[in-house]
């Protein structure tokens, strides 16, 4: 393997493991002992009382006491949630782990169930992810056997106000607002309740272009612009050396919001102290976890802020200008400038250091044998994180243009994978080479991780890849160089990969056909259903002649895939419990656009093509079949709407005039059935 990255200091130690393990769903490893004789014959009350302030690993060690012990817990339902959580992927433990911050709604809901244990151990904070998750479960079977579903509006914001951005961290508990009516930011919090209350606001005279300046699951940090110092000409928008640039409010452990303002001459300490700044030159790029933010000036470098121990906000590092990507653990930063891609890395005191640079003259040395100029290619075209960080790939997908404006024409086109090892080094892992049968300029080519970061499809226009990582950090080609099941004499169009949730199946849709591949018990990938559905094949076809944008979705439990036309037809497809793929049409008449999942996968939201203002919830039913559950109405015409990851809640933004409205909406079910349908939310249960 070749490596080209630069020493560095040792690896940062990697986080502990689970409490509940996957090996050992029943009883975890002990941690905590209990006299026999003390608590046998205890009420049950009481002893369920104790067990609500135990860790479940703890709870679970109780059980080993006596017998009785065992079948009280056993009908209290211990056993049962903490097999459930065992048996999820890691993926989506890490998901229920994040559901569970600061999370207010969703751990009222916790504490309110009517299932015992649920609201039991909803107190001890080391249960939630694992209560959380078996709420969850619940909550899908409690959905799926309902009439109905209503829905009651619990906030709106846009008719006091006037919305020109505003943010929303992923738990949906944290909202900032750009309010140019009132001349302010404000920062909202969800209660328990599910309504909004505000807890800080600052007065602004000037709205400069938002950037994405909210944490992603905490929402407990906040970067805010300042206005420029008063002048008769605040077109220019300058700052002085002194002037304060950046506010940075952040909300302490006691739930207090804090703020540190901080200087052009801080920010920009090289810059001298007659260093003006012009706000229309200013970028801004925040990591994935909120602890760190890439600013910079026109200038070639930029700089990198991060969060000290103090919990001062200071420099850190910096970083060349270019397309930049952050891992999603926001611990690695990839940068593409022209033929090389720079990469950083944050250390344990937070300062991030340069990592070393990938050349792409590295993989040229065909292209120099035939002449051409490598600075005439552009370089790499593409890069992906894997969703671990623990891997990357790069595309060269397009040969670009001579110095004389002339096609450049190849028959190879690569990726190229990586991946980090023990000592913090980059290296290559593999280079993947497609061949075409004559030279082009460019070509459709594209990777796609899985969720759990084990398989990686390379999709190209006319055929694919899957790949699998061995235990030794390897990748092996499982599937090389497949066909689609449809082929065609024009270029086909560009495909797209989609995953679910626990990595065991994928769709490869391209326009109008469609690929099912799932995981055998032996983990063998085999296409388990191919279909096509009615689409526009036009070719490249106007999309403002067409009434809506066609779509293609593989629900997140990866039992459903929906896909609509340009008219807002709907085309279902749905998994039996055999493992059969049907078809289904809730509704001939129904005219859906923007189709949306939430994460359990037994709920589909779409916009009504003919009644914009409309938004139609379809859900499963016990029998399989998807059928309308509801109907929302909001104010205006509906731009985007999106599930609360907890379930219980959607979010609407809707256009009325020339306003902008943000509306929250509790789900609330009208139970009727108490059958309880199969339908498998692992890969175990697929293999059954």
């Known amino acids: 393997m070749r490596e080209f990255i630069l020493p560095l200091p040792p690896a940062q130690e990697k986080p502990d493991k689970p409490c509940l ?12 002992h209990f006299h026999r004789w003390s608590i046998t014959w205890l009420p049950v009350e009481l002893l369920l009382k104790i067990t609500g302030y135990l860790p479940l690993k703890d709870a679970c060690n109780l059980a080993l006491v006596s017998r009785r012990m065992h079948t009280v817990l056993n009908e209290y339902g211990l056993f049962e949630v903490v097999r459930y959580y065992g048996n999820l992927s890691k993926n989506e433990q890490m998901f229920y782990r994040d559901l569970s911050i600061t999370n207010q709604p969703l751990i009222h809901h916790l504490r309110t169930s009517t299932i015992q244990v649920i609201a039991g151990q909803s107190y001890c904070t080391d249960d939630l992810p ?10 899908r079977n409690e959905t799926i056997n309902a009439i109905s579903l209503k829905f009651v509006l619990l906030n709106s914001f846009g008719r006091e106000d006037n919305i020109s951005h505003y943010f929303l961290n992923e738990n949906h508990s944290q909202l900032l607002i750009n309010d140019r009516h009132s001349s302010q930011y404000s920062i909202w919090t969800v209660g328990s309740d599910g309504y909004w209350s505000m807890e800080f606001t600052l007065k602004v005279r000037c709205f400069f272009d938002s950037f994405n300046s909210i944490d992603r699951y905490l929402g407990d940090t906040f970067f805010l612009p300042v206005d420029p110092p008063p002048s008769e000409r605040l077109v220019f928008k300058t700052y002085g050396a002194k002037d304060v640039l950046l506010s940075i409010i952040h ?3 006691k739930g207090l919001w804090e703020t540190q303002q901080m200087t052009v001459a801080e920010l920009f300490p090289d810059a001298g102290n007659e260093q003006r700044i012009d706000v229309t030159t200013l970028s801004y790029q925040v990591s994935p976890d909120g602890k760190s933010l890439i600013y910079s000036e026109d200038s070639p470098w930029r700089q990198i802020l991060s969060r000290e121990l103090n919990g001062q906000w200071t420099i850190k590092g910096d970083c060349p200008q270019g397309y930049t990507y952050f891992s999603p653990d926001s611990n690695h930063i990839a940068i593409d400038i022209d033929e090389y891609i720079v990469f950083f890395r944050k250390q344990k005191d937070g300062c991030w250091l340069d990592n070393g640079a990938l050349k792409f003259s590295m ?3 065909a292209l120099t044998k035939k002449g051409i100029d490598i600075e005439d290619t552009g370089g790499f075209d593409s890069i992906a994180f894997s969703p671990d960080s623990q891997h990357f790939a790069a595309c060269f997908n397009y040969a670009g243009e001579d110095s004389d404006d002339m096609e450049i024409h190849l028959e190879d086109f690569f990726v190229v994978v990586f991946s980090l090892g023990d000592n913090g080094r980059w290296s290559e892992t593999i280079r993947i080479t497609k061949h075409q049968p004559h030279p082009v300029q460019c070509i459709s080519l594209e990777v796609t991780f899985s969720p759990d970061s084990r398989y990686l499809v390379v999709h190209s226009e006319d055929n694919f890849d899957i790949w699998h990582l061995t235990d030794n950090n390897a990748w092996i080609a499982e599937i ?7 082929k065609s004499g024009r270029v086909l169009p560009n495909s797209m990969v ?3 949730v626990d990595s065991s199946v994928f769709v490869l849709f391209q326009e109008g056909s469609a690929m099912v591949w799932q995981l055998d018990g032996a983990g063998v990938w085999h296409c388990q259903h191919n279909f096509i559905y009615t689409c526009d094949r036009r070719g490249n076809r106007r999309y403002e002649n067409s009434a809506v944008l066609t ?5 997140p439990d990866g039992h459903s895939i929906i896909c609509t036309d340009d008219r807002g037809r709907l085309d279902i497809r749905v998994q039996k419990e055999d493992g059969e793929w049907v078809q289904q049409t809730p509704d001939p008449d129904l005219r859906l656009c923007k189709p949306v999942f939430n994460h359990g996968g037994y709920l589909l939201a779409g916009l009504d093509v003919n009644n914009k203002s409309c938004l139609v919830v379809l859900g499963i039913n016990p029998n399989g079949i998807w059928q309308e559950k509801g109907r929302l109405q909001a104010e205006g015409c509906i731009d985007s709407f999106k599930f609360s990851p907890c379930g219980h809640s959607i979010q609407v933004t809707s256009i009325d005039g020339d306003q902008k409205i943000l509306s929250f909406w509790q789900i609330e079910r009208e139970p009727d059935r108490q059958q309880r349908m199969y339908l498998p939310s692992s890969r175990e249960a697929d293999q059954e």
């Open 498 to 500: 989609t995953f679910n």
């Open 251 to 253: 909300r302490d452990g």
């Open 21 to 32: 393990s996957e090996t050992n769903p029943v009883i975890p490893e002990q941690s905590a």
């Open 363 to 365: 993989y040229t040395t």
């Open 130 to 139: 694992a209560i959380c998750a078996y709420h969850a479960d619940h909550l």
């Open 480 to 486: 090389k160089d497949h066909d689609y099941f449809q």
């Open 551 to 555: 779509a293609q979705k593989l629900s």
